[in-house]
């Protein structure tokens, strides 16, 4: 048995997709499936604001796509928005304020669909957790969950219509977070019966330190039998490229956004 670390990729089948918009735009993406066997459910990954470095290669969705595939079997579905450059790739298009993404995470549900990829879950991250409200009640989609959830770009509508549908959504509230912290999401939440909103100990806007914390409270409300996470594993394991974020970068670790008083 070793001990899985930060930069530990797992076995499991990878392949590069690419989605196609509505709007005739090409999305670099990624799928990785379990090795030898039929995933149980899904998780599609909407990445934090890519102006100010998020996209599909922030941490907990890089560790996610390494790691829940093996130990979870669970697919995981990772992609840029429109515009939005990483190790993988650049999108085509240009960000969109929270416009034109509602494209973007269809192209995303779309594919799973295609792929008759199971039980799809859409998990937001900041900037992500809007277009995940806005845009994420699509048919087949099981449930949400939202880390670091600004509701800057979401509205009071959008709530309403998750409340009125009534699909669960998990909001995972970090303690020191920049933007929206537990009491204030208590209240904005308290909008969506169904809703559970849980804070994170010590934990901030960009999970730095907690990525271990976040995929065992994901993997928690989706597969509940298959949590919490094992921190070894008993076969292959490699060590994942991780050369491109090894100066810490705000990009390396999910994307700050702007405050928000500050007009984009």
Not at 45 to 56: A, D, F, I, K, N
Not at 105 to 126: D, I, N, Q, Y
Not at 180 to 207: C, K, M, N, S, T
């Amino acid at each position: 048995m070793a001990v899985i670390r930060s930069a530990s990729m797992l076995p499991a089948r990878r392949e590069a997709i690419t989605l196609e918009t509505a709007d005739g735009l090409r999305l670099v993406g990624e799928v990785a499936l379990p090795l030898n066997a039929e995933p149980e459910a899904t998780i599609i990954c909407v990445h934090p604001l890519p102006t100010h470095g998020g996209m599909m290669d922030s941490h907990v969705f890089r560790k996610a796509a390494w790691r829940l595939p093996a130990l979870a079997n669970l697919a995981v579905v990772r992609f840029n928005t429109r515009g939005t450059e990483s190790q993988q790739g650049k999108s085509e298009g240009e960000f969109d304020n929270a416009v034109g993404e509602r494209f973007d995470v269809a192209a995303a549900v779309e594919h799973a669909e295609f792929a008759e990829l199971p039980r799809p879950w859409l998990l937001g991250w900041s900037f992500g957790t809007d277009l995940t409200l806005k845009y994420g009640l699509e048919p087949g989609v099981e449930g949400a969950v939202l880390m670091s959830p600004p509701l800057r770009y979401s509205t009071e509508d959008d709530l309403a219509k998750w409340a009125a549908d009534g699909r669960p959504l998990l909001a995972l509230v970090p303690e020191n977070d920049d933007y929206l912290q537990y009491p204030e999401a208590v209240r904005r939440f308290a909008a969506v019966p169904q809703a559970e909103v849980v804070e994170i100990a010590d934990g901030g806007h960009l999970w730095v330190g907690k990525a271990e914390e976040a995929l065992d409270r994901i993997v928690a409300r989706i597969l509940p039998e298959r949590a919490p996470l094992p921190r070894e594993w008993d076969g292959p394991m490699e060590r994942g490229d991780t050369s491109a974020y090894a100066n810490k970068t705000v990009a390396a670790f999910g994307g700050f956004l702007p405050p928000p008083d500050r007009e984009e």
